[in-house]
C-alpha cells in the first residue's frame, strides 16, 4: 500500500473542499464575515463535519509507523508570561478526536395525578396545600434572529483549524504519536484511540457530496491502517 500517494491524493481533494467553504462563506480575499444566513450556515456545516472527520483518518494514516520525542516540559516561572505579537491572530487547534455520540436518555413523563396532595382548611380558615411543589411553567425557546442571520464565528474558527491542520499534516501526526505515548503511561487512559466506533461524524449513507466519497475512503485507509502488518 502506497501510503504517501493515498495521503497527498485525499489531502489535495480535501484542500479543494475547504477553499470552496471558504467561498461558501464568502470569505474571498480580504473579505471578513461576522453573520451568514441561516440556510448557508446549514449548508456549510453538512460539508464541514465530514471534512473534520475525513481530516481526522488522514492524521490517523500520517501517524503509522511514526517515532517522536517525547516531549520535555519545562518548568514554567512564576509571574512570567509569554510575549505576544500584537496584532496577530492565534488559529485555533485541530481537535484530533471524533466528538462522542450525545446519548439523550428519554424523560419520564408524570401525570398531575400521581403526585399526592392533601389539601384542607387549617383553624383560621386559611387553604392549605401539602404536597411538592408545583413545576414552574418552562421559559419560552429561544427566538431565532428577526433577519435569519446566524453568528458565524465558530463555524470560521472551525474551518481555519481544519485548513492550518491540512496545511501541516505531518505536524498534526507528531501531535496524535504524543498523545498516544502519554496515554500509554496514564493508569487511566480517556480514550484508546481518536476515532469512535462505528460510522464516523458527518457521514451520509448516500454520498450527495464530493466529501461524502472522500470520507468512506480515508475511513477504509485508517482501518487498513490500524490492521497489524503480517507482510
Known amino acids: 500500500m502506497d501510503w504517501e500517494h493515498a495521503i497527498k491524493r485525499n489531502s489535495e481533494v480535501l484542500a479543494g473542499i475547504v477553499e470552496t467553504l471558504f467561498v461558501m462563506l464568502g470569505l474571498v480575499g480580504e473579505a471578513r464575515v461576522s453573520r451568514i444566513s441561516w440556510p448557508a450556515y446549514r449548508a456549510v456545516l453538512r460539508v464541514l463535519r465530514p471534512a473534520e472527520s475525513a481530516l481526522r483518518r488522514l492524521i490517523v494514516v500520517a501517524a503509522q509507523g511514526l517515532v517522536v520525542k517525547p516531549m520535555v516540559f519545562r518548568p514554567r516561572i512564576a509571574g512570567a508570561a509569554k510575549p505576544r505579537k500584537k ?17 439523550v436518555f428519554p424523560r419520564r413523563r408524570i401525570s398531575k395525578r400521581a403526585v399526592p396532595r392533601i389539601h384542607f382548611f387549617n383553624t383560621d380558615g386559611e387553604f392549605i396545600t401539602i404536597g411538592p411543589p408545583i413545576r414552574p411553567a418552562k421559559a419560552p425557546a429561544r427566538a431565532k434572529s428577526a433577519d435569519g442571520m446566524v453568528n458565524a464565528a465558530r463555524v470560521i474558527r472551525r474551518l481555519e483549524a481544519l485548513e492550518s491542520a491540512l496545511a501541516d499534516l505531518p505536524r498534526q501526526a507528531k501531535r496524535l504519536v504524543r498523545w498516544r505515548m502519554r496515554e500509554e503511561k496514564s493508569e487511566n487512559p480517556s480514550f484508546k484511540t481518536p476515532l469512535r466506533p462505528g460510522r464516523p461524524p458527518g457521514s ?22 490500524a490492521m497489524p502488518d503480517t507482510s
Do not use: K, N, T
Not at 496584532?87 to 446519548?103: T, Y
Not at 457530496?209 to 485508517?222: G, I, R, S
Open 204 to 225: 451520509r449513507r448516500r454520498a450527495v457530496h464530493l466529501v461524502d466519497e472522500l470520507l468512506d475512503e480515508c475511513q477504509w485507509l485508517a482501518h487498513r491502517a
Open 87 to 103: 496584532g496577530v491572530l492565534r488559529v485555533p487547534s485541530f481537535q484530533l478526536f471524533d466528538p462522542q455520540p450525545r446519548i
